[in-house]
């Protein structure tokens, strides 16, 4: 399902017929450095990252990472979404790209996309994203679109920066 688009790009919903490209996305450097290892190596894995994660959250929360693709010949490019995390109070701002579609402002582009939708469809007033420290490229892409530092939390041993955008 469609659930939003731009002038160059369409975010839907993920499905099982993905899962190759997310096989391929959660395994590019970029993913490994600054999301994590999520020891997704074959198809079968990458399906269940996508119930257990995407799918199930459209499920519960009406929202979850989608699907960009460029509209010019559906390319797919990456993920953009919105997340629950059990210790956050609102929606986190996720996206990741394959390389060869980076520096290209796919992510800035759909980002914006999916704050604005979060706040006219969704009626979110407040949307964090979190970041590593070293993560630079993020940081100015969620600078570029409104977000400012909050605070550095620590999850799992890990110390990120909380960004957020409020209406």
């Avoid at 520096?103 to 999916?114: C, D, H, L, R, V």
């Amino acid at each position: 399902m469609i659930i939003l688009e731009t002038d160059r790009l369409t975010l839907r919903e993920l499905v099982f017929d993905d899962s190759s490209f997310i096989l391929e996305l959660v395994n590019t450097p970029g993913w490994l450095t600054y999301i994590g290892d999520r020891n997704i190596k074959n198809n079968e894995q990458a399906k269940e990252y996508l119930e257990n994660g995407p799918l199930k959250s459209y499920a519960q929360h009406q929202f979850g990472l989608w699907l960009v693709t460029r509209k010019q010949d559906g390319e797919k490019l990456g993920i953009c979404g919105l997340l629950k995390r059990d210790y956050l109070d609102q929606p986190d701002l996720g996206f990741a790209f394959l390389p060869e579609f980076t520096g290209q402002g796919y992510a800035q582009e759909s980002a914006n996309a999916t704050v604005a939708y979060a706040r006219g469809q969704l009626k979110i007033t407040c949307i964090s994203a979190l970041v590593l420290p070293e993560n630079k490229r993020s940081i100015q892409l969620l600078e570029k679109i409104g977000m400012s530092f909050q605070k550095t939390i620590t999850v799992d041993s890990a110390s990120l920066q909380r960004y957020s955008v409020e209406n």
